[in-house]
Structure formats: structure tokens, C-alpha cells
């Protein structure tokens, strides 16, 4: 199983600062020059909500603030400038193979 | 408008089966993906498996071969988690989420359902 891990496991970031997240796997999750990561941010009491696909593309309806990058075993999940409303959790996932594996999670605090 | 509309909250004693829906409206049942996930208190997320309602192709973590078994309902676009033998280690919340292809990713999910096992 490809394992994800994501760094920090928290962190506070001031309003209108950039929150940076990480998400490394055990082994490429790239396939014919795609990059098979997607990131979600979870809030309390709800379902993830997709973010980023394929590692930089970003979802309908979601802010331009929220920005992926990274190919291979090295990902990245910008916020930037912060709000109020994205203190959450956030989680990378990779769809390149069965089973599909999910990072342990990264909550981050507005300060 | 895409929905995911799943049960509601099961209160199961230990050994016991349930048997969880997802009820699927807004788009074409057989042409996606219906995933499961499984988030225990305070935890991360686990795949649990998929199936692929057009020809009820399943496939399922390893970890959970045995414990859980998807099916689905093409008349009423449902699809279903059945459960077995539980234990406290089963209680969490349980989503469905749907995925267009596959290597893609999960756009929509339903809202979960939170499973307890107690006696």
C-alpha cells in the first residue's frame, strides 16, 4: 500500500499569512506524466470536501488562494492569503492504485 | 443538483450486521464509482472500498475483505454497505463519495453515517 505522510500534523498561521502543507509518498504516484493526488479539507461534523485534483488542478468553485503542486513522492498544499474560514483539516489522497490511501491529516488553526 | 443522501445513525449491538444506504440523485447512477470511507472518532479517512453500479464490479481494501459488502440498486440508485460481525473497533462514520473514473477522484459525498456498537 503507498503510504501518505503529511507534515505538519498542525499548525497556526495568522490571518492573510500562507499555510504550507506537505504530503509525501512512499512511492510515485505518477502514471504516464499525471500526478495522481487530490487534497480535501474537512470541518467538524461535515464530509470532505475536494479541493485540488491531480495535483494542481483546482476544483470548481473552490478559491484561487487554495493552490497544489508536486509530481512524483512530493506534493504541496498552499492557502495564501489565509481566512477565517479555512481553519480545518486537510488531507492529501492518491488514486494512482488500489487501495486507495489517504494522509494522516493536517488541522490548521487561524491565528 | 448532484446529491448523496445516506441513512441515518445505527445503534448495533457487538456481532451484529447493518446495513448502511447511499442514495444517489442528479446524475447517472451506473456511470460512477460509489466509494466508501471509514473515519473512527477523531481519526483520518480509510478506504474501504468501490462499486461500479453499471455492472457491479466491486473491489475492496484488503483490510476490510470479509467485514464489509457493497452492493447496489440500480431501480432505486442506491447503493449499500453491509457490515458484519461488529465490534467497537466498526464504530465510526461511514461515506459514501462518488468518483467519475477511475484514478480520478472523489467530487461528491454524501454526508455520512455514524455507526455505534455497544451493548
Known amino acids: 500500500d503507498i503510504v501518505l505522510t503529511q507534515s505538519p500534523a498542525s499548525l497556526a498561521v495568522s490571518l492573510g499569512q500562507r499555510a504550507t502543507i506537505s504530503c509525501k509518498a512512499s512511492?510515485?504516484?505518477?502514471?504516464?506524466?499525471?500526478?495522481?493526488m487530490n487534497w480535501y479539507q474537512q470541518k467538524p461534523g461535515q464530509p470532505p470536501k475536494l479541493l485540488i485534483y491531480a495535483a494542481s488542478n483546482l476544483e470548481s468553485g473552490i478559491p484561487a488562494r487554495f493552490s497544489g503542486s508536486g509530481s512524483g513522492t512530493d506534493f504541496t498544499l498552499n492557502i495564501h492569503p489565509v481566512e477565517e474560514e479555512d481553519a480545518a483539516t486537510y488531507y492529501c489522497?492518491?488514486?494512482?492504485?488500489?487501495?486507495?490511501?489517504f494522509g494522516g491529516g493536517t488541522k490548521l488553526e487561524i491565528k | 443538483q448532484v446529491q448523496l443522501q445516506q441513512s441515518g445513525p445505527e445503534l448495533v449491538k457487538p456481532g451484529a450486521s447493518v446495513r448502511i444506504s447511499c442514495k444517489a440523485s442528479g446524475y447517472t447512477f451506473t456511470s460512477y464509482y460509489i466509494h466508501w470511507v471509514k473515519q473512527r472518532p477523531g481519526q483520518g479517512l480509510e478506504w474501504i472500498g468501490w462499486?461500479?453500479?453499471?455492472?457491479?464490479?466491486?473491489k475492496y481494501n484488503e483490510k476490510f475483505k470479509g467485514k464489509a459488502t457493497l452492493t447496489a440498486d440500480k431501480s432505486s440508485s442506491t447503493a449499500y454497505m453491509q457490515l458484519s460481525s461488529l465490534t467497537s473497533e466498526d464504530s465510526a462514520v461511514y461515506f459514501c463519495?462518488?468518483?467519475?473514473?477511475?484514478?480520478?477522484?472523489?467530487?461528491?459525498w454524501g454526508h455520512g453515517t455514524t455507526l455505534t456498537v455497544s451493548s
Open positions: 489522497q492518491q488514486s494512482n492504485e488500489d487501495p486507495y490511501t
Open positions: 463519495a462518488r468518483e467519475v473514473r477511475r484514478g480520478d477522484y472523489f467530487d461528491y
Open positions: 512511492q510515485s504516484v505518477d502514471y504516464d506524466g499525471d500526478s495522481y
Open positions: 462499486i461500479y453500479p453499471g455492472n457491479v464490479n466491486t
